[in-house]
């Protein structure tokens, strides 16, 4: 048995290794479609179940595959990656001095067996000037991050507070992933 992360992600690769979790990569083909008519909870669940189960074709019999989906929600509004420039701006700007909710979606496959989970973190951004807002996203960090920011980096600099789990908004909620892990026999602790 192998554990299989189904991302390409390199904040959860770390963040597993972080835990000295031993895991081979199967990158998901799946597209994330954030305009589906459902809840930010289950649409991340969704998410994360899609690209688990699509990486488990590509996986041995007994595997564990994990998926996982990170989504920013602001007013019911869904932000995920934003697609070019302008759109990154437009998604700090809007966020700039609010609070919005940063919700994790984790599916762990085993066989046939699936078990899924949520995490939700409420983060507020620091009220900022659109110099500011140009300038980070000048640095390229918030292009391939859902709601164009990374806690873990310059985005840092944006963050006012967090209330929850600082891994749920760096990409992977561990101790949700923990308790998945669990179900299949894979104890981290």
Not at 2 to 30: M, N, T, V, Y
Not at 77 to 83: A, I, Q
Not at 105 to 114: E, P, T, Y
Not at 166 to 179: E, F, I, K, M, Q
Request: aromatic fraction near 4%; glycine fraction near 8%.
């Amino acid at each position: 048995m192998e554990i299989i992360l189904a991302s390409a992600s390199p904040r959860r690769q770390q963040l597993l290794e972080q835990i000295g979790l031993k895991f081979k990569i199967i990158i998901s083909d799946i597209e994330e479609d954030n305009s589906k008519d459902m809840p930010p909870q289950e649409l991340a669940v969704a998410h994360a179940r899609d690209k688990a189960f699509d990486a488990r074709k590509k996986a041995a019999d007994g595997d564990v595959i994990i998926g996982a989906d990170t989504i920013v929600v602001l007013d019911g509004h869904v932000f995920g990656k934003p697609l070019d420039r302008d759109q990154a701006i437009w998604m700090l700007t809007a966020l700039s001095g609010r609070e919005h909710k940063v919700i994790s979606g984790v599916a762990v496959v085993k066989d046939h067996g699936i078990f899924t989970g949520f995490n939700i973190t409420t983060v507020k951004i620091r009220q900022l000037s659109p110099a500011q807002i140009e300038r980070y996203v000048d640095s390229g960090e918030p292009m391939d991050k859902a709601g164009a920011y990374a806690i873990q980096g310059k985005g840092a600099l944006l963050v006012e507070s967090i209330n929850g789990c600082y891994n749920n908004v760096v990409g992977l909620p561990l101790s949700t992933l923990s308790d998945l892990l669990h179900e299949v026999g894979v104890e981290l602790l």
